[in-house]
RNA sequence: GGCCUCAUAGUCUAGUGGCAAAACGGCUCGUUUACACCGAGCAGUCCGCAGUUCGAUUCUGCGUGGGGCCACCA
């Protein structure tokens, strides 16, 4: 495409040069390379759908990263990963098909999630591309560099791989949780897939005895069926009106059974009576309240969301019957008080709307509290960008109070690697990618009983193994992305390791990050990074979050096919430092970008016009060495915030240069000694300016091709640039910019007398004078603004 | 409820312990041989309150509003 040809850049232009880039895989990696490595580990989105717009912003920063690295001397590691395991991909796969994993069966349903996810994934591969991401490869595989899925055989191999040697470390352990139940689906559910809802419930005022004393108290309570599970019976310590009971034996009514009344913060003085039962099916937390006073939980609701024998007359109804009976018994045996309607936040199950229920199940969980102080240190010795996102992470390590729970109960992830013989455990041989909820125990696996290793499954004919239909959390996949990219272990990963750049949001460093370092430090002892970079969000035009109940989302690829790439991402720049604050979508503000792209092609369609000189010619007038120096300076300014992944600063100080130092004074002010139509000027003169113009040109495209390559390219090759390498940072005298100033300044004094005098700006002016500090440029001002 | 973070023209973003700035939109005027996706110009109680200071938009505290994370809801 000839500069000459181009009236307006347009998405069109781009489809040719994106196309050409990702065919030709010139950003391919090489690996034996003798150039230092620069890798980025970046966030393989999730393709339940595809991606949306922050994607699109997010993945072009860190193409300006790859780019300038590049031109830096580096031989920069940028793949791109798709996260296709995990919950949303099923709900995605259960909701476009309108099917059950639990009716179809596992084996069909993941042939459904297949499907979903060869749509989704090359639609968000074309996305990627055409935005003009400089990946390494746009092919998938399995080698350095090229796109990676994370439920390929080999990513998921990896994963297993990890777990067997956290296994054989003793760092995984099994152990109750309690689970998200959906009791109409019939399946766990995670924590995200729970909605709350402000249901209109009756609270129940029920009599409890206390033992020593035989006097009443009153508990509230909205699940009287959970009497049988009560294990507890708190009050707030500034509650005055129970400081006598502390320490002392409630009697819970109907069942009789003795409980404990303590003091504890989680009381409220407010709620009911201020007296709260303390019952062992409620989430997460009531775990850690049981293991916190040291009371052993009692579990009277089954999978199937039916009470157990612990329920006692309870037993065998719904947890909805389970309450109006025990309401009826209480009142039949005048225990229950009164009854308050109130409204009470609910989790209800997204899908089926139903009710959830917190069911004890037996989970692995991976060791993560005794190595807190670790992954701190290991975090004091990564650069964070910005700094202030290091709290992130440290207000989550101060949090962090349970191990962390890796197994699921669900089918399309990584299959957890071992197969069971009662408590025998066999764990398999690194190396191999292992399913088995459907194949049969190796015979070379290593048995494990309570944790030591006595002997192979060879050495146990008789028994039965069965394998393992659990799979691992999401995120313990996703945790070793950065292990994955340099092909752990390997040759290449010893010198690729830690990666250089972790680039993500700020909503997943406790997930994410968090939980990379600590695998990383499992498997290396190191920090996983060099540097992270954190990002915050793209709103809607009204700066809101953009969700899918609001209906605000934007599809990237509506503004890649009208406004187009370059736009978008020379958009996303100017408009703010995403590290610092949150962006607004604005459609009106990106095309004004268009206005930018189209002078950097008119000023090039104008220097083009000039042949650049050569040789160089050996004396360049004091206007022309001037703007040389100012943009030597603006090159120094731009490599050391680039540096420092700023690409924001820069991008606004070199658009600011583009339109009022070099369009509107540098050109208007050499224009006739370029052209030098009447001869006013020597031919070394004029040769000076042609020269200069090219310069400044030429250098302007090279400090923004890693924000618009696609521009700067098609400009770049009518001009025989190359991209490939940063400009030397030269030495350059003080005052520079003072003194381009001081030119502009009276430049524009000039333009406002003529405009005040109406006569036309090309029209010649007389009684002008030239003040001192300029006369080095006198004979441009002159020429330039006609002064007699 | 706790913690983190942000708050500047109609809009959206820079910036500063002592004159507050660009862009978009709006309005006025103009067209000069790279450019009408052009040029020149016009318009602001820097969220509120209190404190520190000779002086605060800038620093500190509180409040309000947006964003994020965590917890809770007997």
């Not at 707030?236 to 320490?247: A, E, P, V």
């Not at 990074?529 to 979050?545: S, T, Y």
């Not at 509506?558 to 720049?573: H, P, T």
């Not at 016009?609 to 007038?621: R, S, Y």
């Amino acid at each position: 495409m000839k500069l000459k040809e181009i009236k307006n850049w347009s998405p069109e232009i781009e489809k040719k040069i994106t196309q050409h880039w990702t065919n030709s895989e010139q950003f391919k990696f090489n690996s034996n390379t003798k150039k230092p490595i620069y890798s980025i580990d970046t966030p393989p989105p999730y393709v339940n759908t595809t991606i949306h717009i922050g994607h699109a912003i997010t993945y072009s920063y860190m193409d300006f990263f790859a780019r300038y690295k590049r031109m830096k001397g580096f031989e920069v590691l940028f793949p791109l990963g798709i996260d296709r395991n995990g919950i949303p991909i099923e709900i995605a796969t259960e909701k476009k098909f309108k099917i059950s994993p639990f009716k179809l069966g596992r084996d069909k349903f993941i042939e459904y999630c297949k499907k979903l996810l060869e749509e989704t994934t090359s639609e968000s591969i074309d996305t990627f591309s055409r935005l003009g991401i400089s990946f390494n490869s746009y092919n998938e595989g399995d080698k350095i560099g090229e796109i990676y899925l994370t439920d390929s055989p080999e990513y998921r191999t990896l994963t297993q791989n990890t777990f067997i040697d956290l296994f054989r470390k003793e760092l995984i352990y099994e152990d109750t949780r309690i689970n998200n139940y959906d009791p109409k689906l019939q399946t766990t559910i995670a924590d995200s897939e729970i909605e709350y809802k402000e249901i209109s419930s009756i609270f129940n005022y029920i009599k409890f005895k206390v033992k020593e004393t035989g006097k009443e108290i009153i508990i509230g309570t909205t699940r009287p069926e959970l009497i049988c599970t009560c294990g507890m019976i708190i009050y707030n310590q500034k509650d005055k009106r129970y400081q006598s009971l502390n320490g002392k034996t409630a009697i819970t009514p109907i069942f009789g059974k003795e409980v404990p009344i303590r003091e504890h913060p989680l009381a409220e003085i407010e709620k009911g009576t201020g007296l709260a039962m303390m019952c062992s099916a409620g989430d997460l937390s009531d775990i850690q309240f049981f293991r916190e006073m040291n009371l052993k939980p009692t579990i009277a609701i089954n999978k199937d969301g039916t009470m157990n024998e612990h329920a006692g007359l309870l037993q065998g109804l719904k947890i909805k019957e389970a309450r109006k009976k025990i309401i009826g018994e209480l009142k039949k045996e005048n225990l229950l008080v009164k009854q308050e309607q109130i409204m009470h936040r609910t989790p209800l199950s997204e899908r089926s709307g139903a009710e959830i229920e917190f069911i004890e199940m037996s989970e692995f969980y991976l060791k993560q509290l005794d190595f807190k102080k670790e992954v701190q240190k290991i975090a004091n010795k990564i650069n964070f960008y910005p700094l202030e996102s290091k709290k992130i992470l440290e207000s989550w390590l101060d949090s962090i109070s349970i191990d962390w729970p890796i197994s699921r109960r669900r089918f399309y992830a990584t299959p957890i690697p071992l197969w069971r013989s009662g408590a025998l455990i066999a764990l398999p041989e690194k190396g191999k990618y292992y399913e088995p909820w459907k194949e049969s125990v190796p015979q070379n696996a290593e048995v494990f009983e309570n944790g030591s290793l006595i002997g192979k499954v060879k050495d146990f004919p008789d028994k039965k193994w069965q394998g393992e239909t659990r799979v691992f959390d999401t995120w313990f996949d996703s945790s070793i992305s950065e292990l994955n990219i340099i092909k752990y272990p390997s040759t290449f990963s010893k010198k690729a390791y830690p990666v250089s750049l972790r680039a993500q949001g700020k909503e997943i460093v406790r997930t994410w990050l968090y939980y990379t370092l600590l695998r990383g430090y499992f498997e290396t002892k190191k920090p996983a990074f060099k540097d992270v970079w954190i990002h915050q969000h793209i709103l809607d035009a009204k700066g809101r979050k953009m969700s899918k109940s609001l209906n605000n989302i934007i599809d990237p690829q509506d503004i890649l096919k009208n406004e187009g790439a370059e736009v978008l991402r020379l958009w996303s720049i100017i408009e703010g430092d995403i590290t610092k604050q949150d962006l607004s979508f604005s459609r009106e503000r990106i095309k004004a970008e268009l206005k930018t792209i189209n002078k950097i092609l008119n000023v090039a369609k104008f220097v083009t016009q000039f042949k650049k000189p050569k040789p160089i010619p050996k004396h360049l007038t004091k206007t022309d060495k001037l703007f040389i120096d100012y943009i030597e300076e603006l090159t120094k300014f731009t490599d050391e915030h680039y540096d420092q992944y700023d690409f924001h600063y820069p991008a606004l100080k070199l658009r600011h240069f583009l339109w009022e130092t070099f369009a509107s004074h540098y050109i208007e002010l050499t224009k006739n000694r370029a052209y030098n139509k009447e001869n006013k000027f020597t031919k070394t003169e004029s040769l000076s300016a042609h020269y200069t113009l090219h310069y400044l040109l030429e250098r302007f495209l090279t400090l923004m091709y890693p924000i618009i390559p696609q521009l700067t390219t098609v400009i770049g090759k009518e001009l025989k640039i190359k991209f490939n390498e940063y400009p030397k940072i030269k030495k350059t005298k003080t005052n520079i910019s003072p003194l381009v100033n001081r030119i502009i300044q009276f430049n524009k004094e000039i333009w406002k007398k003529k405009k005040d005098q109406g006569i036309s700006l090309r029209a010649e002016i007389k009684n002008i004078k030239i003040p001192k500090y300029l006369k080095d440029f006198e004979k441009d001002l002159r020429a330039c603004h006609g002064l007699n």
